[in-house]
């Protein structure tokens, strides 16, 4: 590998490979309202641990403003339901039954999100190296 062979930047390909999948992931999601990013909240949600803001951010790896921005728009929607934490500190979040429904419409579509990357790289054995190298990755 030559040192400074910048086409091979792992940041740089990774946040053209985020974008792209992001962008996939988003058309799908707008059939039903929604973002991509906004469908992630509603799955996570969905597990039903009653984690804290925070600790659900972490989840998420994503930025603690970033997702209460995302929960108070779908609070809005009536799409999520927060709730005080049993030990007062803190809330957690809960699907409201449209949240539910929506998430029950959404799912199909992100099977077939899932089924188009799966296509695009080939075969189940690099759809699952990929997984395995943005899993490794996240964990920098």
Known sequence: MEQDDFSLCV???ARKAARAVSRHYDRL???VGM???QFSVLVAIRQGREESTGEL???LSME???LVRNIALLERKGLVISELSR???GKHYLLSSEGARLLAKALPLWRQAQKEVLGHLGSNEEFMKAIGALQQL???
């Open 64 to 66: 603690r403003t970033t």
């Open 87 to 89: 030990n007062g500190r």
């Open 138 to 140: 996240s964990k920098l």
């Open 57 to 59: 951010a972490e989840r």
């Open 35 to 37: 973002t991509a990013g």
């Open 29 to 31: 999601a707008r059939q």
């Open 11 to 13: 940041l740089d390909n």
